[in-house]
């Protein structure tokens, strides 16, 4: 592929912007100055430098980010800052959207890929991915509210009682849950549906992938990885257990 072609899908601007990179001396291919936009790249494990910093060539990209809370899942936040803006302006340019959203109050895991099919897969009702939550309630849990959420509670826009796939304590106020539905405030109103309310949402986990563990260990509120091919692995067997 022509350099040139390669910079701009990789996200570093217009293909007017990217030959000027490549003409000023700025972009090195495995270690080498390359100053023609018009050179044939192998794209297969490249790596390569712009301005000093190095990239991996990824036909498509795939993200996890640490969602601190005060951010809101938007190009264009109303009242808060947006998530994309911890995101490298690269990954933006190549315009990647998160899987599902998460409330601006909310901190943890939020996905984020430039492939629709991927995006797709794991945000559809039907293929049912596990998520897993944490609450800090207002009012001490009890084994009755654990119970209420087991056996499904009622939601207004939804025409069956939705249950938790698991639910249990860890504090007196700390509420540990999981769910397989991505509806908008869904686990703030099962825990108010349940009789309590949530006054801070945390998620831990996704289809697999947890916060803390494998390649999200150490990886603090603001924070973002690439997520691999071992990793994709996980989440599309998640989907697909569905
Ligand atoms: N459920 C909620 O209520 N809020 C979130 O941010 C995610 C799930």
Known sequence: MKLERILQNQGFGSRRQCRQWVELGEVRVNGEVVDDPGAEIDTTGLVFEVE???????????????KPAGYECSHEPKHHRSVYSLLPQQLVVRNV????RLDQDTTGLLLFSDDGAFIHNLSSPKKHVPKVYRAELAEPGTDALVQRLLDGV???DEPQPVPALHARLL???TLEMSID???????????????????????????GLNLGEGPLSGLSEGQWVYLEEADLQLL???ARKA
């Open 171 to 173: 504090a007196e106020k």
């Open 236 to 238: 599309h067997s998640a």
């Open 154 to 156: 009622d939601l207004i």
């Open 181 to 207: 539905l991505g509806k908008y405030h869904v686990v703030k109103r099962m825990i108010a549906a349940a009789g309590n309310h949530v006054e801070q949402l945390h998620r831990s986990g996704f289809g």
């Open 97 to 100: 959207q998160s899987v599902g």
């Open 52 to 66: 000093g910093h190095s990239w991996t060539y990824r036909e498509k990209t795939y993200v996890a980010l640490h």
